[in-house]
């Protein structure tokens, strides 16, 4: 009997593995948007429809013509204030009212769309005034919800007014951005396969994209609409023409590393530490000194060419990246987000990692990494793999902080599988068994896992979402004018949406309010601190837990998307 070919195989298995992204990237997307059940839980009951609507559409919440660097300025001061005062005044209650209607529970998602309401091409307004999400990401959104519109999935009203009243609408423009995103994350499993398959063949390049597929920080963030995972593939098509080059170098990879890296830079501008492993291609490279000056400058020239296209503002007007980086540097440095911590240090090894690439990649992946990246054949990879781990390990902060900024280096993921694949590869014939037990962990534990996560995402989706539980207790079963406290402000990637009128509303994001407080909401991201403060007082009296699906045999916490967030309301003893 003929055997197939190991690279037609190895195709086959590609086609599988792309399959299965497919399902766990696109299946629960609907997750956390606004729809009309939030709205029938924000708006007040005598209150008509029209006038709710027309009443939240005065409190503007987006930039008008200062710009969002002056809007951003303003809002900090307001929040600030908010923040000392504790209560929500009328103001605070139209602004959250607003963010349950219009901004989804991925907190920094809903930056997308007001960036890009302001864009009008035909008028000449190209510009989205943010720099954080680079315009090849948003321009690409732009463009897939222009095309969704034209066949009729998604209105493009101007008016805010109309996803007030329509807020399932509002809903439709969340779930096609992060259908991108979905789609992005599929690119990235393929680019991981060719950049595996050009350092150690087809059966590491295989590998890698099947870790990559059930890496749990990938499946979260497939999730989501934001420009991590949209610039991956382009980053990993940078290393991949980049390996290329130095092993038979030539004008044509030259170029097409430098139009991926500035496609990738131009979608994150942290990506603008490819530049590292882009000079190691050029100088591990054959040819003169000359010749790879030469093929340097021409990388360096497309790389700066795709980036400006990606992003013609920012080089029109680059005060706009200036000062939004001195609002964001000066958040930074109040935060102590920069700086080496060893508590930090230890959990990023300890409990980030593990979790991002799921504890078998994990632990495939160290093994990759203590036998490979020291190898001067893996110096490319290398370079890159140092610069996006640095950006996890220099940050520090709390253990929610330490999850959150995963995607900063969301990068490492595909590296370590890369090379997991490579010493999978070369040691499948040697240790058969282990491999072997590892191949089995992967189906009892890791794939349960990614399928936990998108069970999560389709709960949040649902009428059984931990967050619509919460909303029919606190609209059902606490007294109207009741003394009700939040661990955060009112939105809706920190608490349950709710009439905001019902109550006399009390948070603590900053400190903890004082005043006769009947109930105390509290979700899962609530510092422990403040919550054996709380227990003096209060005892629990609802806890709206999500309840993982039976063949998740680890315990399950959603910690990169915190999706069906756990929520626990205390009632004074």
């Known amino acids: 009997m003929r055997t197939l070919p190991p690279r037609f195989t190895h195709r086959i298995f590609l086609v599988c593995v792309l399959a299965l992204a497919a399902f766990l990237f696109f299946v629960g997307a609907e997750w956390g948007i606004p729809s009309r059940a939030v709205l029938e839980r924000v708006k007040p009951v005598e209150e008509p429809l029209t006038a709710f609507a027309a009443r939240l559409a005065a409190e503007r919440s987006e930039p008008g013509a200062e710009g969002w660097i002056a809007f951003n300025v303003a809002c900090r001061a307001e929040e600030a204030a908010a923040r000392e005062k504790g209560v929500?005044?009328?103001?605070?209650?139209?602004?959250?009212?607003?963010?349950?209607?219009?901004?989804?529970?991925?907190?920094?998602?809903?930056?997308?769309?007001?960036?890009?309401?302001?864009?009008?091409?035909?008028?000449?307004?190209?510009?989205?005034?943010?720099?954080?999400?680079?315009?090849?990401?948003?321009?690409?959104?732009?463009?897939?919800?222009?095309?969704?519109?034209?066949?009729?999935?998604?209105?493009?009203?101007?008016?805010?007014?109309?996803?007030?009243?329509?807020?399932?609408?509002?809903?439709?423009?969340?779930?096609?951005?992060?259908?991108?995103?979905?789609?992005a994350g599929i690119l990235a499993v393929l680019a991981t396969f060719q950049l595996g398959a050009a350092c150690g063949g087809g059966m590491a390049g295989a590998a890698a994209a099947l870790l990559v597929a059930l890496s749990p920080l990938v499946v979260a963030h497939a999730h989501m609409m934001r420009s991590h995972l949209f610039a991956l593939p382009w980053a990993l098509w940078?290393?991949?023409?980049?390996?290329?080059?130095?092993?038979?170098?030539?004008?044509?990879?030259?170029?097409?590393?430098?139009?991926?890296?500035?496609?990738?830079?131009?979608?994150?501008?942290?990506?603008?530490?490819?530049?590292?492993?882009?000079?190691?291609?050029?100088?591990?490279?054959?040819?003169?000194?000359?010749?790879?000056?030469?093929?340097?400058?021409?990388?360096?020239?497309?790389?700066?060419?795709?980036?400006?296209?990606?992003?013609?503002?920012?080089?029109?007007?680059?005060?706009?990246?200036?000062h939004e980086w001195r609002d964001h540097g000066a958040d930074f440095a109040g935060r102590?987000?920069?700086?080496?911590?060893?508590?930090?240090?230890?959990?990023?090894f300890a409990g980030v990692l593990p979790?991002?690439?799921?504890?078998?990649?994990?632990?495939?992946?160290?093994?990759?990494?203590?036998?490979?990246?020291?190898?001067?054949?893996?110096?490319?990879?290398?370079?890159?793999?140092?610069?996006?781990l640095a950006g996890l390990?220099?940050?520090?902060?709390?253990?929610?902080?330490?999850?959150?900024?995963?995607?900063?280096?969301?990068?490492?993921?595909?590296?370590?599988?890369?090379?997991?694949?490579?010493?999978?590869?070369?040691?499948?014939?040697?240790?058969?068994?282990?491999?072997?037990?590892?191949?089995?962990?992967?189906?009892?534990?890791?794939?349960?896992?990614?399928?936990?996560?998108?069970?999560?995402?389709?709960?949040?989706?649902?009428?059984?979402?931990?967050?619509?539980?919460?909303?029919r207790v606190?609209?059902?079963?606490?007294?109207?004018?009741?003394?009700?406290?939040?661990?955060?402000?009112?939105?809706?990637?920190?608490?349950?949406?709710?009439?905001?009128?019902?109550?006399?509303v009390r948070f603590a994001p900053g400190a903890l309010p004082a005043g006769d407080i009947d109930y105390w909401v509290v979700s899962e991201t609530c510092p422990a601190a403040w919550r054996q403060t709380i227990e003096a007082s209060f005892a629990p009296w609802k806890e709206i837990r999500k309840t993982p699906p039976f063949y998740v045999l680890l315990p399950f916490r959603d910690r990169f998307a915190m999706a069906n967030r756990d929520f626990v309301i205390y009632r004074r003893k």
């Open 88 to 183: 929500a005044d009328e103001i605070l209650r139209l602004r959250a009212a607003r963010s349950f209607l219009l901004a989804s529970e991925s907190f920094e998602e809903s930056l997308v769309l007001a960036a890009l309401s302001g864009l009008d091409p035909a008028r000449g307004r190209i510009d989205p005034g943010v720099y954080q999400y680079g315009g090849a990401h948003l321009y690409t959104v732009a463009s897939a919800l222009k095309l969704a519109s034209v066949l009729g999935y998604v209105r493009l009203v101007p008016d805010v007014r109309y996803y007030l009243e329509r807020p399932d609408e509002m809903g439709c423009l969340y779930t096609m951005g992060r259908y991108v995103a979905a789609l």
């Open 238 to 322: 940078a290393l991949f023409w980049m390996v290329r080059l130095k092993e038979a170098p030539s004008v044509r990879k030259a170029l097409w590393a430098g139009a991926c890296g500035g496609l990738a830079a131009g979608s994150v501008l942290y990506h603008a530490a490819l530049l590292l492993p882009l000079a190691a291609a050029h100088l591990l490279g054959g040819g003169g000194a000359g010749e790879k000056a030469k093929r340097f400058a021409i990388s360096l020239g497309s790389a700066l060419v795709v980036f400006a296209l990606a992003n013609p503002c920012l080089v029109l007007s680059p005060e706009t990246l200036v």
């Open 336 to 348: 102590s987000v920069f700086g080496f911590d060893g508590g930090g240090a230890v959990r990023l």
């Open 355 to 388: 979790q991002a690439l799921g504890p078998v990649g994990f632990f495939l992946a160290l093994a990759g990494i203590l036998a490979l990246a020291w190898r001067p054949d893996q110096w490319i990879l290398t370079a890159a793999f140092l610069p996006a």
């Open 393 to 471: 390990l220099f940050r520090r902060g709390h253990t929610p902080e330490d999850f959150a900024y995963a995607r900063f280096g969301l990068l490492v993921i595909p590296i370590g599988a890369v090379w997991a694949g490579i010493w999978v590869a070369r040691r499948v014939q040697e240790w058969r068994m282990l491999l072997g037990m590892a191949a089995g962990a992967l189906f009892v534990i890791q794939i349960p896992m990614c399928l936990a996560y998108v069970w999560n995402f389709r709960e949040a989706a649902g009428p059984r979402s931990t967050a619509a539980n919460a909303a």
């Open 474 to 504: 606190l609209a059902q079963e606490i007294p109207a004018g009741a003394l009700v406290a939040f661990d955060a402000l009112p939105h809706p990637a920190d608490t349950p949406a709710f009439d905001l009128w019902r109550f006399d």
